[in-house]
């Protein structure tokens, strides 16, 4: 899960869009999300190095992953299922608040289904639903804390802006 709706993009897209968010608290959700979805692309990593411990190149092929040990060998490569390379095209920073905080809301969504899909062909392997079933919760809580900091941003840009006439420089 390494593509651009996987850890890696979320990661980058997040403390990307937090210099340019006008709100601080919604800025530290951004950090403190895109920080943890790099803890979260290190369990994956460690979850796909796992599995293939140890395997032969014979296995890998027979399990449809020839064509990537043949690039990468036992290495963790960033790539999606499909074993398209990892790219940062697809991130998305307008520095627009509202946009940049919508795209986030439907990334983890997209995560979140993607854990599901994930789950349902891991189901016959505990040491590996468990973590995923893990990852897939944290997913539901960075959506719930972007629907926070989309929130804030609509209540600042929603405030009245008053402007004081007359006042001398320096007096507030």
Not at 25 to 47: C, K, Y
Not at 90 to 104: F, T, Y
């Given at each position: 899960?390494?593509?651009?709706?996987?850890?890696?993009?979320?990661?980058?897209?997040?403390?990307?869009?937090?210099?340019?968010?006008?709100?601080?608290?919604?800025?530290?959700?951004?950090?403190?999300?895109?920080?943890?979805?790099?803890?979260?692309?290190?369990?994956?990593?460690?979850?796909?190095?796992?599995?293939?411990?140890?395997?032969?190149a014979?296995?890998?092929?027979?399990?449809?992953?020839?064509?990537y040990?043949?690039?990468?060998?036992?290495?963790?490569?960033?790539?999606?299922?499909?074993?398209?390379?990892?790219t940062?095209?697809?991130?998305?920073?307008?520095?627009?608040?509202?946009?940049?905080?919508?795209?986030?809301?439907?990334?983890?969504?997209?995560?979140?289904?993607?854990?599901?899909?994930?789950?349902?062909?891991?189901?016959?392997?505990?040491?590996?639903?468990?973590?995923?079933?893990?990852?897939?919760?944290?997913?539901?809580?960075?959506?719930?804390?972007?629907?926070?900091?989309?929130?804030?941003v609509?209540?600042?840009?929603?405030?009245?802006?008053?402007?004081?006439?007359?006042?001398?420089?320096?007096?507030?």
């Amino acid at each position: 899960m390494v593509d651009q709706t996987g850890e890696l993009g979320a990661s980058i897209r997040y403390l990307s869009q937090r210099f340019s968010m006008p709100e601080k608290r919604a800025a530290a959700i951004l950090n403190d999300v895109g920080t943890e979805e790099l803890g979260h692309l290190e369990m994956v990593g460690a979850m796909c190095h796992q599995l293939t411990k140890g395997c032969t190149a014979e296995e890998l092929e027979k399990a449809g992953l020839g064509d990537y040990y043949a690039d990468h060998g036992w290495g963790t490569f960033p790539q999606s299922a499909a074993g398209m390379p990892w790219t940062a095209a697809g991130i998305a920073v307008k520095s627009d608040p509202i946009a940049d905080l919508q795209e986030n809301l439907s990334a983890e969504q997209k995560a979140r289904a993607t854990y599901e899909k994930l789950i349902d062909l891991c189901k016959d392997d505990p040491e590996v639903l468990d973590p995923l079933r893990f990852l897939r919760e944290r997913e539901v809580v960075h959506f719930q804390r972007f629907g926070e900091a989309l929130r804030i941003v609509q209540d600042r840009l929603a405030q009245k802006k008053f402007y004081m006439h007359g006042m001398k420089k320096g007096c507030y």
